[in-house]
């Protein structure tokens, strides 16, 4: 079965550092990935996604994640962080080969010191 | 941003008591989800639907039901609601194209 890890419930950063939130997978299938942003009191929305194609992917709000295979891992980074970034963030997997469904990792809440 | 309501945003019920929880959608999407979301869970899949009246379980279906009898809506049904079933639930939608999903505002359940 799929799964996600994203290490560290809770990561800090001063404002203007760089982000780096991790995601590693298991998968059986070519994984399809994910990264949605939750705002306090707000649903999940799509920050970006890998299905194919370039590892290195572009996500709205200057996020960019990386598929590295051999590490079987997603990382999401950002240059510098703005104040609005404060957020929880999910790391997602396709659940299987031929679905629409999906695995979540247990998230990332991320703070941004002024 | 994609047209998902959730009703209601909130409610307190007893144990023991049913509970229904409604998605509506405007997209005209295909895919319906409802998720639970529990600290250091992240998001878990209860049920699904890829149709009107076609609907699968998710990894933690024991003690819900679903019905999809029209495009636009998604229940969720608690049958007899236990307080281990307090907890945030999203419903989310998908065209099934892309793998993106979009999700509802969410409804914060507390059972007591």
């Known amino acids: 079965a799929q799964s996600v890890t994203q290490l560290g419930s809770h990561v800090s950063v001063s404002e203007g550092a760089l982000v780096l939130l991790r995601c590693n997978y298991s998968s059986s299938v070519p994984p399809y990935l994910f990264w949605y942003v939750q705002y306090p009191n707000q649903g999940l929305q799509l920050l970006l996604k890998y299905t194919t194609g370039a590892t290195l992917v572009k996500g709205i709000n200057g996020f960019e994640a990386e598929f590295k295979k051999s590490e079987t891992s997603f990382h999401l980074t950002k240059p510098s962080a703005h104040m609005s970034d404060a957020a929880e963030y999910f790391c997602a997997v396709r659940a299987d080969n031929y679905g629409q469904n999906f695995v979540f990792g247990p998230g990332t809440r991320l703070s941004v010191l002024p | 941003d994609a047209g998902i309501t959730q009703s209601p945003r909130h409610k307190v019920t007893e144990t023991g008591t049913p509970v229904t929880l409604r998605c509506h959608q405007t997209e005209n999407h295909r895919y319906m989800y409802w998720y639970r979301q529990d600290p250091g869970h992240g998001l878990r899949l209860i049920h699904y639907s890829y149709g009107v009246k076609d609907t699968d379980k998710g990894e933690v279906s024991d003690g819900y039901s679903v019905s999809r009898s029209k495009t636009e809506d998604f229940l969720l049904t608690l049958e007899s609601a236990t307080s281990s079933q307090t907890s945030v639930y999203f419903c989310?939608?998908?065209?099934?194209?892309?793998?993106?999903?979009?999700f509802g505002p969410g409804t914060r359940l507390t059972v007591t």
């Open positions: 989310a939608i998908s065209d099934g194209t892309n793998y993106e999903q979009y």
